[in-house]
T-cell receptor, first 114, second 108 residues
Framework: ETGVTQTPRHLVMGMTNKKSLKCEQH?????MYWYKQSAKKPLELMFV???????ENNSVPSRFSPECPNSSHLFLHLHTLQPEDSALYLC?????????????FGDGTRLSIL | GQNIDQPTEMTATEGAIVQINCTYQ??????LFWYQQHAGEAPTFLSY????GLEEKGRFSSFLSRSKGYSYLLLKELQMKDSASYLC?????????FGAGTTVTVRA
């Protein structure tokens, strides 16, 4: 298996639930990213990990909690989300975060908050 | 702050040429990416410009003018499969800042 894999593809949850999104990359990259994509809005960078260390937290609410246990895996833990958090969450990876290496994206998790 | 503008929608005929413009005003700049995103799919990398000028890759070309804060993506010999959203993104340090995307519809 190659590329960037995200699970689940779809998730419906209530505002009081706790769930996690998973991302796995098989490209040998050392930087990983979480983005939020809402309808008609630009992709918003949420978190950046480089060599398993968080290097960017783009003013994201604490109800989103990332975890990067190794360079191949990235999680986004969700807790007490709001309806406006419904969106497509995309994971990406690249060779090095700082250089102009293209980011490779997964297909995303479509999240709906009831 | 970051301000990246591109048109919302464009329509063109199969076999024609379409040019998607992107203007940017950002606090830092290392280079500019173009991505293609089909509905329900992941964005895929098309091009990366660092220096001024035109870079050609088959039917797709990308141009950059750093002094003008301007880029365009040129799609030639349009095919139906080129119907997609095209995303302009400014690279600065660790970050990519995206425009809202241009939806291109190719008609027969």
């Amino acid at each position: 298996e190659t590329g960037v894999t995200q699970t689940p593809r779809h998730l419906v949850m209530g505002m009081t639930n706790k769930k996690s999104l998973k991302c796995e990359q098989h490209l040998g990259h050392n930087a990983m990213y979480w983005y939020k994509q809402s309808a008609k809005k630009p992709l918003e960078l949420m978190f950046v990990y480089s060599l398993e260390e968080r290097v960017e937290n783009n003013s994201v609410p604490s109800r989103f909690s990332p975890e990067c246990p190794n360079s191949s895996h990235l999680f986004l833990h969700l807790h007490t989300l709001q309806p406006e958090d419904s969106a497509l969450y995309l994971c990406a990876s690249s060779q090095v975060a700082r250089d102009g290496q293209p980011q490779h994206f997964g297909d995303g998790t479509r999240l709906s908050i009831l | 702050g970051q301000n990246i503008d591109q048109p919302t929608e464009m329509t063109a005929t199969e076999g024609a040429i379409v040019q998607i413009n992107c203007t940017y005003q950002t606090s830092g700049f290392n280079g500019l990416f173009w991505y293609q995103q089909h509905a329900g799919e992941a964005p895929t990398f098309l091009s990366y410009n660092v220096l001024d000028g035109l870079e050609e890759k088959g039917r797709f070309s990308s141009f950059l003018s750093r002094s003008k804060g301007y880029s365009y993506l040129l799609l030639k010999e349009l095919q139906m499969k080129d119907s997609a959203s095209y995303l302009c993104a400014v690279h600065n340090d660790y970050k990519l800042s995206f425009g809202a995307g241009t939806t291109v519809t190719v008609r027969a």
